[in-house]
Structures are given as structure tokens and as C-alpha cells.
């Protein structure tokens, strides 16, 4: 009985890879170093035969002119129109001295004119060799313009641009290519982030809504005994702490990015509104809220701006003294900036503490996780994150007998 033929075997895995074709000679690539070194040499070559030329005219002219005798014998005597020379007062001896001064005056004159006339054609070929060189490396590094103006518009989060450079095969194709490449992979990053928290907002909330619901039924009950109340009271702080901390991190991941959509916004109508939602709080720790706030109009979110008032505003009441304190919250239009500028008394910081308060959960004094009643610790995190996203800055500085002063500068 014949043996069964054996199953083919599988096929060999390929040593190349397919996307990339390789040029058969890989040195005759036209790069960058080629066509500089091609275009400058060429360019140094034809200015080299051009002043080459330039003088071998120069020179012929000027031996012409040299070759000329500058004086002429009439009958017997010499007569000259460049040399003083009167023949018929001087010896054979003296005579031929003069001729000789004469003719060395003659040669000396055309050597210095050959040389002016160098040095003026020179200039002109430095200066046009200067000119058309600017031009050949503006067309040769044109390619970095656009790479350039493709990051500018990315950095805006315009994700979906790409520079899809044609032209040679040189490095600045390749660094295109490899730039078009990263910005692919970033969109699908944030396109997955941004997925990423819109289901994460559903995801989160609804749960911790649901025990919220549950806890407010049960301590309606007014036949509840007294522990059970107090136990639900705490779990419903609880589960309000959890809701806070849910709806900062989904902010923090919303404003980590520039802001597309922008309306004209008001800083101190945003300000406004955030001392309204805090005055009651204020008003309950025994805070005055002052200060004048200018119109200072700013295109961006009118939501996130708002939270940037309002978690500075609440802060500042929050951490504060316990008797005579006060926040001072301004508006105003300076050298082109709408600045939000929110001070207040409160504890002593120290300067090298004033990088850790952005930090998320980073409180003063090694205080890093969430076990504080005042918040939960991304309150300055989200307003650093917004007013980045904004183009802003902001800069905190302690006051002088304590307290701080935040300062939010956004472009007008």
C-alpha cells in the first residue's frame, strides 16, 4: 500500500518587507548632502570661471594698454603725453633712465587699474552668488516650512492634518513620512481616550447616582433608627466625595487638549458667577469676597473658564484663616493678556511647595492622597490643564503673612 504524500510544508517567511521598496543602489539616493553638495559645488564652480573669465579680459586689456609706448620719437627728439620727459636736456644715459621711469609708471598704472576692476567684478559675483544662493537654499529647505506649518496646525489639535510631502526620496521626505506616521497613531490615541471618557462618564455615574438615590430614600424614612441614619449620612458623604472625584478626573481628561469651539467669553461675568455659587459657603466661614472686575473678554469654553474661577474662588475660601479673612478676586486687560487674578490670607506657603499644589491629590506637607474634607485634590490640577488648553498660563506666588496669589493670564 502507497504511503500517503506528506502535507506541504508552509512557506518561507519573507526577508523583506513588503511596504518599502529598496532603490538598487542605495548610495546614488539623491539626499540632502548630495544635492547641497552638488548645488554649492556647482554654484562655486561657475563663480570660478566667471571671475576667471572676468580677469583673463581685465588682464588682456590692461596688457594692451601696457604694451603701448607712452612717449613717441619726432625727429630726433621724444615726445610723451604721460611722462615729462625733454629730450633735448638730457643725456643718452639720463634719457634712457626716463624712458625706463616712464614705461614702469605705465605698468604700474595698468596693474592698479586691473586691480580695481577685479575687485569690482568680485563684489558683483558675491553678491549675486549670495542672492541665488539664499534662493536655491529657500527652495531646498522649503519642505521644513511645511513640515513646520503641519506641526503648528497639530499643535492646535487639528489631529487630522498631514503633511504628505512628494518630491526626492532625501531625508526631509523621510522625516515627513515618519512625522505623517506619529500623527496617525496620536489620533487614534485620542480618538480612544476621548471614547475612553465618554464611556466612562456613563459608566461611573450611573452607579454612584443609583446609590445616591438609595441613600436619600432610606434617610426620608423617618422611622429609621438613629444609627442607621447616621450610617447613611456617612455613606452618602461618601458616595458625594466619589461623584466629585469621578466628575474632576472626566474634566481633567476633557481639558488636557486645546479647545476647538471658542465664543467670546467675559472673565468677569465668569467670575461673577463663581463668587455667586461661593458667597454662601464664604458668607457661612466668615470670609468677605471683594475686588473689582474689569471686562475682559477672551475667546474660548465658557464652562471650563467658569471652572477655572470657580475652583480658584473656592480655595481661597476654603483655605483660609479662621477669623478676618478675605479673597480678593480681579479682572482686568494687561499688555494684551486677560489676567484672572485670585489672592487670599490663609495658612503660610512655603515657595518650594508652590509646584506640588498643581499636582494631582498633592496637598502641603506631604498631604498626597485624598483624606482632606476641603476637596479632593484636583481642584488646581483642572485649572493649569484648562487654562493650558486655553494657550494660558498661571502662576502662583505666596503672600506676604500668608495665603496665596493665582494668577490665570489667557490671550485676548
Not at 596693474?111 to 536655491?136: P, Q
Not at 506641526?151 to 492646535?156: D, I, L, N, P, S
Not at 458667577?273 to 457661612?284: K, R
Request: net charge neutral.
Amino acid at each position: 500500500m502507497a504511503a500517503a504524500p506528506a502535507p506541504p510544508g508552509a512557506p518561507p517567511k519573507p526577508t523583506w518587507d513588503p511596504r518599502r521598496v529598496e532603490a538598487p543602489f542605495p548610495w546614488l539616493r539623491p539626499t540632502i548632502r548630495i544635492r547641497l553638495t552638488l548645488l554649492y559645488g556647482g554654484m562655486f564652480l561657475i563663480a570660478g570661471i566667471l571671475l576667471l573669465s572676468i580677469i583673463y579680459l581685465l588682464a588682456a586689456n590692461a596688457l594692451k594698454v601696457g604694451s603701448d609706448l607712452p612717449f613717441k620719437i619726432v625727429t630726433g627728439t621724444v615726445s610723451s603725453e604721460n611722462c615729462n620727459i625733454v629730450s633735448t636736456q638730457l643725456s643718452a644715459a639720463e634719457l634712457n633712465h626716463a624712458l625706463n621711469e616712464c614705461v614702469n609708471e605705465q605698468r604700474q598704472h595698468a596693474l592698479d587699474n586691473l586691480l580695481s576692476r577685479s575687485l569690482l567684478a568680485l563684489l558683483g559675483l558675491a553678491i549675486i552668488a549670495f542672492a541665488f544662493g539664499y534662493a536655491m537654499a529657500g527652495r531646498v529647505l522649503s519642505p521644513l516650512g511645511r513640515i513646520t506649518r503641519t506641526a503648528r496646525a497639530v499643535a492646535g489639535s487639528d489631529l487630522a492634518r498631514r503633511i504628505e510631502l512628494d518630491g526626492p526620496d532625501d531625508e526631509l521626505k523621510e522625516l515627513a513620512d515618519t512625522f505623517d506616521d506619529m500623527l496617525e497613531r496620536l489620533e487614534r490615541a485620542f480618538t480612544a481616550q476621548q471614547r475612553f471618557v465618554g464611556n466612562a462618564s456613563h459608566e461611573l455615574r450611573t452607579p454612584l447616582a443609583i446609590n445616591r438615590t438609595l441613600l436619600e430614600v432610606h434617610l426620608s424614612d423617618p422611622g429609621a433608627p438613629m444609627e442607621l441614619q447616621q450610617l447613611g449620612k456617612t455613606l452618602l458623604a461618601t458616595n458625594e466625595r466619589s461623584e466629585q472625584l469621578v466628575e474632576g478626573l472626566l474634566l481633567l481628561a476633557r481639558s488636557d487638549n486645546q479647545i476647538i469651539e471658542r465664543k467670546p467669553v467675559d472673565l468677569a461675568e465668569v467670575a461673577e458667577q463663581a463668587v455667586d455659587q461661593v458667597y454662601g459657603e464664604a458668607e457661612a466661614k466668615g470670609v468677605v469676597i471683594r475686588g473689582e472686575r474689569q471686562s475682559a473678554v477672551v475667546q474660548g469654553n465658557g464652562v471650563l473658564l467658569e471652572r477655572i474661577a470657580l475652583n480658584l474662588v473656592q480655595n481661597a475660601v476654603r483655605y483660609n484663616v479662621q477669623k478676618d479673612g478675605w479673597v480678593e478676586v480681579t479682572t482686568e486687560v494687561l499688555h494684551g493678556q486677560a489676567v484672572l487674578v485670585v489672592s487670599n490670607t490663609g495658612p503660610v506657603v512655603p515657595a518650594y511647595e508652590i509646584d506640588n499644589l498643581f499636582e494631582p491629590f498633592k496637598r502641603l506637607r506631604g498631604a498626597d492622597r485624598t483624606g482632606s474634607d476641603k476637596g479632593v485634590g484636583l481642584g488646581l490640577s483642572i485649572v493649569r490643564s484648562v487654562a493650558r488648553a486655553h494657550g494660558g498660563h498661571i502662576y502662583a506666588q505666596p503672600r506676604e503673612g500668608g495665603g496665596l496669589v493665582m494668577r490665570v493670564t489667557l490671550p485676548i
